[in-house]
């Protein structure tokens, strides 16, 4: 039994990873490209950012950066465990038709945008979400006294 099989003809079917990854973004209705100027040794250029927004109320948070989704969810008490910043430029066209974005922390914000933010600020965030923190803790610790209350006749 004789097999003749070119090499082109094995790779035929062979797929571009970077082709799946493009179409799968553009298939995502959150995914967003925004361009931003960046400094370097020739002058300023635009640096290209992906990002992706998070939905309307009562969906899952999502991470900005990765697109990770989060168990949270958005218009919750738990929106203030993250850094969520709304991009009012107009730039965003994401499907979802969402401006809105959710970072883990201001710094993971700046580090993402590769922007500044005033210390004030970082600072004001620290204080609602560690409010946040004490408040889901409290709630927990309320949950655990529940369960062992014992009831007796």
Same mark, same amino acid.
């Given at each position: 039994?004789?097999?003749?099989?070119?090499?082109?003809?094995?790779?035929?079917?062979?797929?571009?990873?970077?082709?799946?990854?493009?179409?799968?973004?553009?298939?995502?209705?959150?995914?967003?490209?925004?361009?931003?100027?960046?400094?370097?040794?020739?002058?300023?250029?635009?640096?290209?950012?992906?990002?992706?927004?998070?939905?309307?109320?009562?969906?899952?948070?999502?991470? $900005?950066?990765?697109?990770?989704?989060?168990? +949270?969810?958005?218009? !919750?008490?738990?929106?203030?465990? @993250?850094? &969520?910043? %709304?991009?009012?430029?107009?730039?965003?066209?994401?499907?979802?038709?969402?401006?809105?974005?959710?970072?883990?922390?201001?710094?993971?914000?700046?580090?993402?945008?590769?922007?500044?933010?005033?210390?004030?600020?970082?600072?004001?965030?620290? $204080?609602?979400?560690?409010?946040?923190?004490? +408040?889901?803790?409290? !709630?927990?610790?309320?949950?655990? @006294?529940? &369960?062992? %209350?014992?009831?007796?006749?």
């Amino acid at each position: 039994m004789e097999y003749n099989e070119s090499p082109h003809e094995a790779n035929e079917y062979v797929l571009n990873p970077n082709d799946v990854l493009q179409d799968t973004q553009r298939m995502d209705s959150g995914y967003n490209v925004i361009w931003r100027p960046v400094m370097n040794t020739r002058g300023s250029r635009l640096r290209k950012i992906e990002v992706y927004t998070s939905s309307d109320t009562g969906t899952n948070i999502r991470d $900005a950066e990765t697109g990770h989704y989060y168990n +949270e969810r958005v218009g !919750s008490s738990d929106e203030d465990l @993250y850094f &969520k910043v %709304v991009l009012a430029t107009g730039e965003c066209k994401s499907k979802n038709c969402s401006s809105t974005m959710f970072y883990s922390s201001p710094r993971h914000y700046m580090s993402h945008m590769r922007c500044d933010l005033d210390p004030k600020e970082i600072a004001k965030w620290e $204080a609602k979400r560690d409010a946040r923190v004490a +408040e889901a803790e409290k !709630s927990r610790e309320a949950m655990r @006294y529940k &369960k062992q %209350v014992i009831y007796v006749n």
